[in-house]
């Protein structure tokens, strides 16, 4: 019997400085919807996750979310691949993610 699986929830933070100020009251709704739109594409992945590499998962999970996005919303989605592939990683590795990196760079 294999243990229950770890949730994964990715969380996406903007720095509200690169929002054009047109947009910038809309940070809060806008974070909410780009972390909804990366968890379903995690639980998605994951479900799905058959032995693909690294790599490929987190190619399928950037698509995923961006096809959970109004595609206004997706064409502008410019994610921290890094942090992505953190959450690719911990799908590849049964819901262990890997530690952030330690350059000096903090999370995303």
């Known amino acids: 019997m ?3 699986q770890v949730p994964l929830q990715p969380q996406v933070k903007l720095d509200p400085v690169s ?24 639980n998605l992945v994951r479900a799905d996750y058959a032995g693909e590499p690294v790599e490929q998962v987190c190619r399928r999970l950037l698509d995923e979310t961006r096809s959970a996005l109004h595609p206004d919303v997706a064409a502008g989605f410019q994610p ?29």
């Open 2 to 4: 294999s243990e229950p």
């Open 80 to 108: 921290d691949m890094d942090e992505l592939g953190r959450v690719a990683e911990a799908i590849v590795h049964d819901g262990q993610l890997p530690p952030p990196p330690t350059d000096g760079r903090g999370p995303a």
């Open 19 to 42: 929002l054009p100020t047109a947009t910038r009251h809309l940070h809060d709704p806008l974070e909410q919807q780009l972390t909804s739109a990366v968890r379903l594409a995690t």
